[in-house]
């Protein structure tokens, strides 16, 4: 049953730079032939997941190295960061929910919740 | 700390077991920290576990090389982690089939926000046209950013950082930020969240709900896919 991630993780291998995303819509288009998705793969996901934020930790003490280049452009890069990420991260919720809300689509959400 | 001590210490930092296991162990107990603290945004687990990590190579004396070589299966893992993505997608699928308007929208709002509000503010402060080339590709996965990066003559080495906070910043103050703004609807936030900061945002969303992590997972690999083919080609377009 873990065949299909496994499959997915070997795919990575031979595809260039968006592999993993790549591997993403294969293993969603097997899971959508299946049409359910097996025990041990959802439980595989689930555990991996639950630890997402863990995978980043090494590129993230990796920034330190480029303190140097940083500290050049510093207060651009912080008003890029934090208020352009901000700004993009409300502005797109916002859009999405005002615009993407015809009222056949809200009776969806209102299941889903 | 007697001198045979730190000998012991030192040969045992530089064990790439050490590294690995330390950092799973710390990251779990930034994990504990933010609940401790009512699950406080943040004490974003990942940022926790860089500054304790940093924190404890400063202390050992321990390389950064050594410890990246110790660590190299965890970003090994990003790759099947993101297409393990594709399960909670698919548990959602009736619901994304229902939400085409919202996501387009929601692609068509945040991709190009993404790239002209940093390149903007940038600009304002009179940043580097290398930093601006570098910092254009933030928002997307740092596989898809490098790429694109390199592909319109920024440096990846640089883009690879901005993307790497970009995460952090969108992880710790976007829920925060689309709350105030007055969204509820976690589709909405979800997809936000992976359009404007990939895969950190995506681990965020993920602890709020499966919706708004499978809408965020999504997000975060359309709005990858479609910058890698039309932030080059914008590019063209204005320099040709």
Known sequence: MLLAAAEAICRIGHLPIPGAVVALVLLYGNLLLLRRIPEALGALADRVLSLFGLFFVPAGVGVVAYWPLLRADLPGILAALVGGTITTIAVTAVVAERLGRPKHTQEAADVGR | ?240
Not at chain 2, 6 to 32: E, F, H, M, Q
């Open chain 2, 1 to 240: 700390m007697s001198a045979a001590d730190r000998t012991l210490w030192l040969s045992l930092a530089d064990a790439p077991a050490v590294d690995l296991g330390a950092t799973v162990l710390l990251y779990v107990l930034a994990i504990k920290l933010q609940r401790r603290f009512g699950g406080s945004p943040v004490l974003n687990p990942t940022m926790v576990a860089v500054l304790f990590v940093v924190a404890g190579l400063e202390l050992t004396g321990a390389s950064y090389e050594s410890y990246q070589r110790g660590v190299a299966f965890l970003p090994f893992m990003l790759g099947p982690a993101v297409a393990l993505l594709a399960v909670p997608l698919f548990r959602q699928t009736a619901l994304i089939r229902a939400s085409g308007p919202m996501i387009i929208a929601a692609l068509s709002a945040g991709l190009p926000c993404g790239i002209l509000s940093a390149v903007g503010a940038a600009w304002l402060f009179g940043a580097h046209r290398e930093t601006l080339v570098s910092i254009a590709p933030k928002s997307v996965t740092t596989g898809i950013a490098i790429g694109v990066s390199q592909a319109v003559g920024g440096v990846p080495a640089l883009t690879a950082t901005f993307v790497i906070l970009t995460g952090i910043v969108g992880a710790v103050g976007g829920p925060a930020a689309a709350r105030l703004v007055g969204v509820r609807d976690e589709r909405a936030l979800g997809l936000a969240m992976g359009i404007g900061s990939h895969g950190i945002g995506t681990a965020r969303a993920l602890r709020i709900s499966e919706i708004a992590g499978a809408f965020s997972g999504l997000g975060m690999s359309l709005n990858g896919v479609l910058t890698a083919v039309l932030l080059p080609a914008a590019m063209t377009l204005l320099h040709p």
